[in-house]
């Protein structure tokens, strides 16, 4: 499968612990995106990587979030001290061109 | 006020009738309009997209997209029960605009029922 893969599926954390999830992406795409998706609402944007830089960061991603892509490849989203309003879809989604962007099947997390 | 509005529905067709899902958004700058299928707990897939004002036809599919009114339609024909998902759609400015982002709409939410 050449698609975007993401692991874990699924989390289950207790409130307070660190959670890291990791995106594989489509391997010749040089942009990766991080979107959060909650209950009833659109995904909304975290962060954007080209090549191993970041380039961009929502305001959205407070300090407790932290994203790296080293050398260019897969990519790891950590939250550091979780909170219930942590609770949500995080979906990757790479891209070569401004106009296709393929999203993977989201990593869902539950803060407990 | 949200850059993209979308009806959340949920919105309930028979089977083979025609189905309009729509958005309106704000931002001037925004060139690119993308429609995403969801299905329940996976990830979104894009369907179709279309650059600037007009229409593009995929199949049943058909995207319009109107800036002068800031209006986006998608329209399926003779919709089929595979069709029920959840139907995003997304937004970007066009080039030069750096990153990429979407913006997306909250979804509208399809059941098309045999």
């Known amino acids: 499968d050449t698609g975007v893969s993401q692991d874990p599926r699924h989390k289950i954390t207790k409130r307070g612990q660190n959670v890291t999830f990791r995106c594989d992406p489509i391997?010749?795409?040089?942009?990766l995106y991080w979107y959060r998706q909650t209950l009833g609402q659109g995904p909304e944007f975290l962060t954007y990587?080209?090549?191993?830089?970041?380039?961009?960061k929502s305001r959205l991603l407070s300090d407790r979030f932290s994203a790296e892509r080293p050398k260019g490849s897969f990519s790891t989203l950590e939250i550091q001290r979780t909170e219930q309003g942590d609770s949500a879809m995080y979906l990757c989604?790479?891209?070569?061109?401004?106009?296709?962007?393929?999203f993977g099947q989201g990593t869902r997390l539950t803060v407990v | 006020q949200k850059e993209v509005e979308q009806d959340p529905g949920p919105l309930s067709v028979p089977e083979g009738a025609i189905v309009s899902l729509n958005c309106t958004y704000s931002?001037?700058?925004?060139?690119?309009f993308m429609w995403y299928r969801q299905y329940s707990r996976k990830g979104p897939e894009l369907l179709m997209y279309t650059y600037s004002s007009g229409n593009k036809e995929d199949g049943r599919f058909t995207a319009q997209v109107d800036k002068s009114s800031k209006y986006i339609s998608l329209f399926i024909r003779d919709s089929q029960p595979s069709d029920s998902a959840t139907y995003l759609c997304?937004?970007?400015?066009?080039?030069?605009?750096?990153?990429?982002?979407?913006?997306f709409g909250k979804g509208t939410k399809l059941s098309v029922i045999p």
């Open positions: 997304a937004t970007r400015e066009g080039p030069g605009a750096g990153s990429y982002q979407l913006t």
């Open positions: 990587f080209q090549n191993e830089a970041q380039l961009e």
């Open positions: 391997s010749e795409h040089n942009r």
């Open positions: 989604a790479s891209t070569l061109t401004p106009t296709e962007a393929f």
């Open positions: 931002n001037s700058a925004f060139q690119y």
